[in-house]
């Protein structure tokens, strides 16, 4: 029971960390081309049960949907995001309609979303028959910690997330609404190009062990014993560091071949893209593994090229850390 609590806190820490980060526009993201109307329909059954039965749920999506390049689990966030503001709308019961439709954005431009380029959009609207809003909250919705909620009901980073996700998605948002005539939120996405709808990443291995030799070098104590202890309970053999001095030692007293180092990125005294090259410089075939709690364009501000970066996020699971090893080591 105690382990389950930890991991249930560890686990809300997670969740809000990315929360901060999204909102920032520097959570790590994997994009893929995806079908709305399959993640709306998909979230249907969840959704349903966290609005109750008080609340009438429609959904509408439009045949032959243009694809969108998001996150799957970003886009995700953003209905259920959405469903639970609308759902706090309306305390005594209400409707939320959930629509899908393609779009096509004219030179003139889109009157109600004035950030949409011209060209082609796939637009979600998200409408409660909800309390609505005073233009005064309306002004300050995507502020993070804003909240209109009683204390303990929310952390007033649901819509700044929102906001973070569609930004950093290459979309845009706008809100319409008034007291007494419910809530509607328009987000547009761009169409992707060149990728059908059904277009899925290319599974991962399923075997996570290995018995590779891994530099760890990570200056947290707590992050740094879970790594070790993760990747030696899968037979690899583990060499931890708290900086790049005593990763530098520790590579060199290795007897046979250093095959990847987990780095963090960000570390008091050096930044573990200095390390990696100072042990690549010595060791033939190194591969790199970079840890950090930024995306890639952050991580370009301390030196590290994106475009031979490869990036774990923190906070990240057990499973997370095996999976991403592995596709290192096996250069996928």
């Known amino acids: 029971a105690i382990v389950d609590e930890v991991q249930a806190a560890g686990e809300r820490a997670r969740d809000l960390t990315r929360q901060l980060l999204a909102f920032a526009r520097k959570q790590v993201i994997q994009p893929e081309a995806l079908d709305l109307a399959a993640v709306v329909r998909g979230s249907e059954k969840l959704l349903r049960r966290l609005l109750g039965e008080d609340i009438e749920l429609v959904t509408q999506t439009e045949p032959g949907l243009w694809p969108v390049r998001c996150d799957r689990g970003q886009l995700e966030q953003v209905v259920l995001n959405l469903a639970v503001n609308a759902r706090d709308a309306m305390p005594g019961g209400g409707r939320l309609v959930l629509e899908a439709t393609n779009l096509h954005v004219d030179p003139a431009g889109l009157a109600g979303c004035p950030c949409a380029r ?11 028959s909800g309390t609505g809003m005073t233009p005064e909250v309306k002004a300050r919705l995507f502020e993070p910690f804003f909240t209109t909620k009683a204390p303990g009901r929310g952390t007033g980073l649901g ?4 906001y973070g996700i569609v930004q950093q998605s290459g979309g845009c948002i706008s809100v319409d609404s008034a007291p007494g005539r419910g809530t509607a939120f328009e987000i547009l996405f761009p169409r992707a190009a060149d990728e059908p709808a059904g277009y899925t990443a290319p599974a991962t291995s399923a075997s996570t062990r290995g018995t590779e030799t891994v530099l760890v070098v990570e200056d947290d104590p707590h992050v740094r014993a879970v790594t070790v202890r993760v990747l030696q309970a899968h037979g690899y053999r583990v060499l931890p560091a708290r900086d790049g001095r005593e990763a530098l030692e520790q ?42 709690g930024y995306a890639p364009d952050a991580v370009a501000e301390r030196g590290v090229p994106c475009s031979a970066v490869e990036l774990l996020q923190k906070p990240f699971t057990p499973a997370a850390l095996l999976a991403k090893v592995r596709a290192v080591l096996d250069g996928r």
Request: glycine residues 10%; charged residues 20%; aromatic residues 4%.
């Open 118 to 128: 011209p060209g082609a959009w796939v637009r979600l609207l998200v409408r409660d």
């Open 159 to 162: 819509l700044s997330t929102v």
């Open 251 to 292: 590579a060199a007293r290795v007897e046979g071949r250093l095959h990847l180092v987990v780095a963090d990125v960000v570390m008091p005294g050096g930044d573990g893209h200095a390390v990696a090259e100072a042990l690549a410089a010595r060791h033939a075939g190194l591969r790199v593994l970079y840890v950090s």
